[in-house]
């Protein structure tokens, strides 16, 4: 069972940046769609970006153009680079993964974000 850790999270003014990183204890890690899904108080977690093993990213709507999710094989890192931060961006964040195999779930401990106006 894979583990997730997550940091990078805090506070910073709109219009910011900030750089989630997640660090996953797996030797498999090209067996792994990675992604970033976050929950903002009294809201549902919702999907922010993912991106599979072969490099392909999807992200929500409501931050194309800001993030960018990133992976590193080697370092067995995902990485969520946020720019241009808005207030409704502030939220728990989550790392995820899920096994292309057997569909295995697992989640990250989460990192808040918090942006300020």
């Known amino acids: 069972q894979v583990q997730l850790v997550e940091s990078g999270g805090g506070l910073v003014q709109a219009g910011g940046s900030l750089r989630l990183s997640c660090s996953a204890s797996t030797i498999r890690f090209n067996l792994y769609t990675m992604g970033w899904y976050r929950q903002a108080t009294g809201k549902q977690r919702e999907l922010v970006a993912l991106?599979?093993?072969?490099?392909?990213?999807t992200y929500a709507d409501s931050v194309k153009g800001r993030f960018t999710i990133s992976r590193d094989s080697v370092k067995k890192l995902v990485s969520l680079q946020m720019s241009s931060l808005k207030p409704e961006d502030t939220a728990v964040y989550y790392c995820?993964?899920?096994?292309?195999?057997?569909?295995?779930?697992?989640w990250g401990q989460g990192t808040q974000v918090s942006v300020s106006s």
């Open positions: 995820h993964s899920r096994n292309r195999w057997n569909d295995a779930v697992t």
């Open positions: 991106i599979s093993a072969d490099g392909s990213r």
